[in-house]
């Protein structure tokens, strides 16, 4: 089946399912989000747009994978329950709590509830000379439970500048000192974009739809990625997909925190708007789980 046909039937089954979540739409100034649900853009469908500037480009999808030694479950309906379901906080904002719930929970090595993830999600549209609109993803995850966790936290990012029908032609090239990926569209090299961390990734992995996405769906306990795009090497014009991972420790009653920025593409770096001095120390391992 080919993505459209993907897209065709993904979209009218979100809309079949009566438990769906609700999703929402946005608009701050001129920046538009389209179809953000409690889990973020999980929904493979084209429906899942950012728009700066009236120029479209489409989050075919942008969520999160949890895991540990035991087992890696992705941060939607199948395994957290939401108990915040997405809201909107403000004419610029968003916010929802999950849980990690049932048998994924179990399976993680965790009691019912007793891990949480939070997402925060603010449009910025910025009404200085420079312009810098952009989208901020803040994640929190904190271990309510007993024991120390060790834990990997996957973001999965589906972009396709330009819009839904035009995600066949994006390349990629990686940038670790700025711990980011910057994203461009072959049939325009003047639209540019990056994906932007505010903590360095553990490790990433950059490949054509579905790959990335299928080895994540399938990912038993909590693996390295591969790393896989040299520096200075260039990915595509392919349909481009990319995982980075973040691997830390909590203790008890710890939350660990980062922020994402996708800004309005062929704009300066946008580091400075990160607060990186707000996060709490972590305690980050240095290698592979054990």
């Known amino acids: 089946m080919n ?5 065709a039937l ?3 089954v ?7 979540a609700a999703a929402l739409d946005i608009t701050n100034g001129d920046v538009v989000v389209q179809n953000l649900t409690s889990f973020g853009f999980e929904q493979a469908t084209g429906a899942n747009v950012v728009t700066f500037d009236g120029a479209t480009d489409d989050l075919y999808q942008l969520y999160g994978y949890l895991g540990n030694a035991n087992g890696t479950e992705a941060v939607t309906g199948g395994a957290f329950t939401p108990t915040t379901a997405i809201t ?4 610029d904002s968003a916010t929802s709590v999950l849980s990690l719930d049932g048998g994924s929970a179990l399976g993680l090595g965790a009691a019912n509830g007793l891990i949480t993830v939070q997402y925060d999600w603010l449009l910025v549209d910025d009404a200085s000379p420079n312009d810098r609109d952009h989208l901020r993803w803040t994640v929190g995850i904190t271990n309510n439970t007993g024991s120390i966790q060790s834990l990997s936290y996957y973001i999965y990012v589906d972009l396709d500048l330009e819009g839904a029908g035009d995600f066949g032609d994006d390349t990629a090239t990686i940038n670790l000192a700025k711990n980011r990926i910057e994203v461009g569209d072959a049939d325009n ?3 540019t974009t990056y994906w932007h961390s505010s903590l360095p990734y553990d490790h990433y992995q950059v490949g054509a739809y579905p790959g990335i996405r299928n080895l994540l769906d399938g990912m038993g306990a ?6 896989n795009l040299p520096l200075g090497a260039t990915f595509g014009p392919a349909d481009f997909t990319a995982a ?6 909590l203790n008890p009653g710890q939350t660990f925190r980062l922020v994402q920025v996708v800004p309005e593409p062929h704009l300066p770096a946008l580091a400075a708007l990160l607060g990186l001095g707000l996060f709490p120390s972590l305690a ?6 054990s």
Do not use: E, K, W
């Open 3 to 7: 993505r459209l046909a993907v897209l």
């Open 88 to 91: 909107q906080t403000g004419v």
């Open 14 to 20: 979100a809309l079949a399912l009566p438990g769906s």
């Open 244 to 249: 980075f991972q973040f691997d830390f420790t």
């Open 10 to 12: 993904s979209t009218l």
């Open 222 to 227: 909590a693996g390295d990625l591969s790393d």
């Open 189 to 191: 090299p003047s639209r």
């Open 284 to 289: 980050r391992r240095p290698g592979r789980r």
